[in-house]
C-alpha cells in the first residue's frame, strides 16, 4: 500500500509540475502577442480628418486638404527644406539657371522609382509636366511661362521659360511639382489623360503610396516597395472624423495620433490631457470671404458696396468669438512671414457709420446676400454666423448656405455665390503665391481668382511682378498692387490662423512647414 501511495504521489507531482510549466508559459504568449500588438502600434500612425478630400491628382487639385494624402505619395525635383522656405535637392541633385532666367537644367539622382516599377528618368519628370500643361486645370497655371521642356539623356531635364518667372524654383517644390508616372496614360479614357483615374489613385515614386480609399470613413496609405526611403511607419491612416467631440475622445484614448478637426474652443480641454502634445506655430493661412464682384448679385459690382462690407466686420471680436484669440487680424493680402508683407497698406476696422454711409452713398437698401460655406472647416459655422450678426448691424441681411465641400468647391468655381468663407496658404514664399492668384483675371474660380476680380491695371503689375528679377523691384510692384485692390475691395480679409496641432507625445520627427500646411513629413516620423 505504501509503495502504491508513493505510485500515485509521485504521478500527483509530475502532473502539477506539467500544469505550472504550462501557467508559466502563458504569460510568455501574451507578452509575445503585446509586442505583436506594440509593434504595429509603433509601425502605424493614424490622424482624424474632419471631412474626406476631393481629387488627389495632382495636375488638377488647388485643395490643401488633398495635398496631405498625394505629397508622401509622390516626389519632385526640388523640396522645402525642414521648417524653411529654402530649397533642397529631391529627385535632381543639382542644377543650374540660364543669366537670363529662362533655362532650368536639373541633372537626376540615379535609383528613383515610381510604385508600378518604372524608372524616374528625365523623359518621366518630361511627360509629367506636359501631361499638367495639357489638362490646363489650376496647376497648369503655376507653370504657365514653360515653353519646353526637354529631355538630353535619362538623367537630365531641361525647361525653358518664355520668361523670366523668379519663383520657378520654389513652384517646384510645391504640390504641383509632384512626378506622375507615365503609365498613367494606360488608364486614360476618353483623352481624359487619366485624370478619372487619378482622382481616386496615386502613381508616384514617394515612400508611400495609395493602399485603400473608403469613401466617407478613411484612406489608407502604405509603403511604395521601390522607394529608396524606408519609414518607419508602414501604414498611415486618414481617418474621417466629422465630429470634433469623438475626435478629442479618440485622442485622449489613444485611438488616433493626431487630431486635425477639434475647434480652438475644445483646446483647452486637450491641453489637460497627458498623453497630447499641442504644437502652436506661426502659420500663413489667411481666413477670408470671397466677394464675387462680377457673377452674382450686381450690387457687389460697386466697390463702395464691397468696402461697406468690410468695414462691417468686427475684426477683434470674430477672432476671439471663432479662434478664441488663436489667430492675427489680416493687414493686408500678402502675409506677415512672407516678404512684401507691407502693414503701411489701406486697413478697413469696425466702423457701423462709415459702412452705412458708403451702402447710401451706393444707393443701396434692404440689401440681401447670400454666404456660402462647408464642413471643410470646423470654424466656419460660427465664422458665418458671427458674419451674419456683424452685417446685420449694417443693414445687410445675410443668409447662410451650408453645403458639402464638394458642392461648395463646384459652386464657387462657378461663380454661384455672392459671399463666400475661403481659406489660403501660400505654396512657395513668394508674394505671387497670393497676389498673381487671387487678382490676376486670368485666375477666375478655384485657380485663386475667386471674388471674379477683375482690374487692367492690376493685371499689368502683377505681370511686371512676376518676371521681375530684381527684388527691390518686385516689393515695390506689390505695393502698388496691394494699394489698388485694397482699395477695390473684392475680399474681406479676416485673419492669419494660429498652426495648432494636438498629437499624441509618442509621435516623434513632425516638422511644420509653413509652406506645405496641413502636409506630414511622414517619412521622417515615429513612435
Known amino acids: 500500500m505504501r509503495k502504491i501511495s508513493s505510485f500515485f504521489l509521485v504521478i500527483c507531482l509530475m502532473l502539477i509540475a506539467t500544469a505550472c510549466a504550462q501557467n508559466a508559459n502563458a504569460p510568455s504568449k501574451k507578452a509575445g502577442s503585446n509586442t505583436s500588438s506594440s509593434n504595429t502600434a509603433k509601425n502605424k500612425l493614424t490622424v482624424a480628418i474632419p471631412a ?82 495639357k489638362i490646363k486645370n489650376g496647376p497648369a497655371g503655376i507653370f504657365s511661362m514653360v515653353s519646353n521642356i526637354t529631355a538630353k539623356n535619362p538623367t537630365t531635364v531641361t525647361f525653358t521659360l518664355s520668361e523670366n518667372f523668379p519663383p520657378f524654383l520654389s513652384t517646384l517644390a510645391t504640390n504641383y511639382g509632384n512626378i506622375v508616372s507615365p503609365k498613367v496614360m494606360e488608364y486614360e479614357k476618353n483623352g481624359d489623360l487619366g485624370q478619372n483615374y487619378l482622382a481616386n489613385h496615386t502613381m508616384g515614386s514617394g515612400p508611400y503610396q495609395l493602399e485603400s480609399w473608403k469613401k466617407g470613413d478613411s484612406i489608407k496609405l502604405g509603403l511604395n516597395p521601390n522607394s529608396k526611403v524606408k519609414p518607419a511607419f508602414k501604414t498611415v491612416v486618414f481617418k474621417i472624423v466629422g465630429d470634433s467631440s469623438v475626435q478629442r475622445l479618440k485622442l485622449e484614448k489613444g485611438e488616433i495620433d493626431i487630431a486635425e478637426g477639434i475647434p480652438v474652443d475644445q483646446i483647452k480641454d486637450v491641453k489637460s490631457f497627458s498623453n497630447v502634445q499641442l504644437i502652436q506655430k506661426p502659420s500663413l493661412m489667411t481666413d477670408y470671404v470671397y466677394i464675387n464682384t462680377s457673377k452674382s448679385n450686381p450690387v457687389l459690382q460697386n466697390k463702395k458696396v464691397r468696402q461697406a462690407l468690410n468695414e462691417g466686420i468686427d475684426y477683434d471680436a470674430l477672432i476671439d468669438a471663432v479662434q478664441l484669440g488663436y489667430a492675427t487680424k489680416t493687414h493686408g493680402p500678402v502675409p506677415e512671414g512672407v516678404w512684401g508683407h507691407d502693414n503701411s497698406v489701406k486697413q478697413y476696422k469696425h466702423n457701423i457709420k462709415e459702412a452705412k454711409a458708403m451702402l447710401k452713398e451706393a444707393g443701396v437698401k434692404n440689401l440681401s446676400l447670400d454666404l456660402l460655406y462647408s464642413d471643410n472647416k470646423t470654424w466656419w459655422k460660427t465664422e458665418a454666423l458671427t458674419i451674419q450678426s456683424n452685417l446685420a448691424d449694417i443693414g445687410v441681411k445675410v443668409k447662410l448656405k451650408s453645403v458639402a465641400y464638394a458642392t461648395s468647391r463646384d459652386m464657387i468655381d462657378k461663380g454661384d455665390f455672392d459671399l463666400a468663407l475661403g481659406v489660403w496658404s501660400p505654396d512657395f514664399g513668394d508674394p505671387y503665391g497670393i497676389m498673381n492668384y487671387w487678382y490676376d483675371s486670368k485666375n477666375f474660380g478655384l485657380a485663386g481668382n475667386r471674388a471674379f476680380y477683375k482690374n487692367s491695371k492690376v493685371d499689368q503689375l502683377l505681370q511686371e511682378a512676376a518676371t521681375n528679377n530684381n527684388k527691390k523691384k518686385r516689393t515695390a510692384l506689390y505695393k502698388q498692387i496691394q494699394d489698388i485692390v485694397m482699395d477695390d475691395a473684392p475680399y474681406i480679409l479676416l485673419y492669419q490662423k494660429n498652426y495648432i496641432l494636438p498629437i499624441n507625445k509618442s509621435v516623434k520627427g513632425f516638422v511644420y512647414n509653413p509652406m506645405l500646411d496641413g502636409i506630414y513629413n511622414l517619412a521622417e516620423m515615429s513612435k
Open 52 to 133: 474626406d478630400v476631393g481629387t488627389i491628382d495632382p495636375a488638377v487639385t488647388m485643395d490643401n486638404s488633398s495635398w496631405k494624402i498625394i505629397y508622401p505619395t509622390y516626389e519632385r525635383l526640388v523640396d522645402y527644406d525642414g521648417a524653411t522656405t529654402n530649397i533642397k535637392p529631391g529627385l535632381a541633385k543639382k542644377w543650374t539657371v540660364s543669366k537670363d532666367g529662362k533655362t532650368w537644367t536639373f541633372t537626376l539622382e540615379k535609383g528613383h522609382k515610381f510604385a508600378d516599377g518604372t524608372a524616374v528618368d528625365a523623359q518621366a519628370v518630361k511627360a509629367s509636366f506636359e501631361r499638367t500643361l
